[in-house]
């Protein structure tokens, strides 16, 4: 799969902008102390559907309303993707479903059905609910929208130039991987922009089918037993995202549960800022190599802040 250039990825920032704002970056002073480096946050937690995810189906969303004639969408999700797609469906005047698996985060359920979404729980797993997804688009004559596709990732990339453009001198960015939209834009808008910054993908320790695909250059299915990450519970890779992902990034770091849970708090307290566990993977990374990057500037994004209360309060009590 070829990345998008420069000119694409532009085309689709600006049409993001318009509904959109550009989200900050900040190098908090407490955060970099206790990365030991010059720390940049990139907070995608500022969006208005608190994730990146939202930058995607504006842009999947503008191509499909342009090209195809149906009533309606259907996707699966645990939740960031789910909102995007009842963001953007509500806005084109597109009835849209959802389904997820069952124990999904309550909070991600009731901001999806705020947006119009009607909810399905399906399955176990998220591979679960993808694929009755996909039945119910076949018998429903739906659209399925899927959580990796070129023009998410050219969407997603307008959150990987501002953040590129504003800190030109990053050596190193971690970026969370869940199915690789994320770390896909971030390479496109890199070799866009010509910069020179490596990119480090972060995954679950108990989801670790990204990384067991990296290490082997092969696909590889692993079970998925986070409890805290769920935007990274993925146990079937996509096979276009990992052709980037090995063309492009150059590692992969695991980080565990307890791991995530400890860089939430950091983050909390540094920042005052709420993070998923998978919007905290990139700084539970960051502080895991944290003697490596001594005199380094690094970029970590904070992919989401959308965190059932409960849970958070756990978090934040050990």
Same mark, same amino acid.
């Given at each position: 799969m070829q990345l998008p250039n420069k000119s694409m990825l532009e085309d689709a920032a600006s049409l993001v902008h318009k509904s959109i704002l550009p989200t900050p970056q900040f190098c908090w002073p407490l955060l970099a102390e206790q990365l030991g480096c010059e720390a940049w946050v990139k907070h995608e937690n500022h969006t208005c559907v608190g994730a990146f995810k939202v930058r995607g189906g504006v842009v999947y969303f503008d191509d499909l309303t342009r090209h195809k004639q149906r009533a309606g969408v259907i996707s699966a999700t645990r939740g960031n993707h789910g909102q995007s797609i009842g963001l953007a469906a509500k806005r084109n005047g597109l009835s849209a479903s959802v389904v997820v698996p069952r124990g999904n985060s309550v909070e991600k359920n009731i901001a999806m059905q705020a947006l119009g979404v009607k909810l399905i729980e399906f399955g176990d797993d998220f591979q679960a609910a993808r694929m009755h997804a996909q039945a119910l688009a076949t018998d429903n004559n739906l659209i399925m929208?899927?959580?990796?596709?070129?023009?998410?990732?050219?969407g997603v990339a307008s959150y990987c130039l501002e953040f590129l453009s504003a800190v030109p001198h990053l050596d190193t960015v971690y970026v969370p991987i869940g199915l690789g939209s994320g770390i896909c834009a971030m390479a496109a808008a890199r070799n866009a922009l010509g910069h020179k910054a490596e990119i480090v993908g972060v995954v679950s320790?108990?989801?670790? $089918?990204? &990384?067991?695909?990296f290490k082997t250059k092969s696909f590889v299915e692993s079970p998925s037993g986070t409890d805290i990450a769920d935007g990274m519970a993925c146990s079937t890779p996509d096979p276009e995202a990992l052709e980037i992902i090995f063309r492009e990034v150059s590692r992969i770091v695991k980080v565990s549960d307890e791991e995530?849970?400890?860089?939430?708090?950091?983050?909390?307290?540094?920042?005052?800022?709420?993070?998923?566990? $998978?919007? &905290?993977a990139a700084v539970a990374a960051a502080y895991q190599e944290k003697s490596a990057n001594k005199g380094r500037c690094i970029g970590t994004v904070l992919t989401g802040g959308n965190i059932d209360k409960e849970v958070f309060?756990?978090?934040?009590?050990?």
């Open positions: 929208v899927p959580s990796f596709h070129p023009l998410l990732i050219r320790s108990h989801a670790t $089918a990204y &990384a067991d695909s995530i849970r400890a860089a939430m708090r950091m983050i909390y307290q540094c920042t005052h800022n709420v993070s998923e566990g $998978a919007g &905290a309060a756990d978090v934040l009590s050990a």
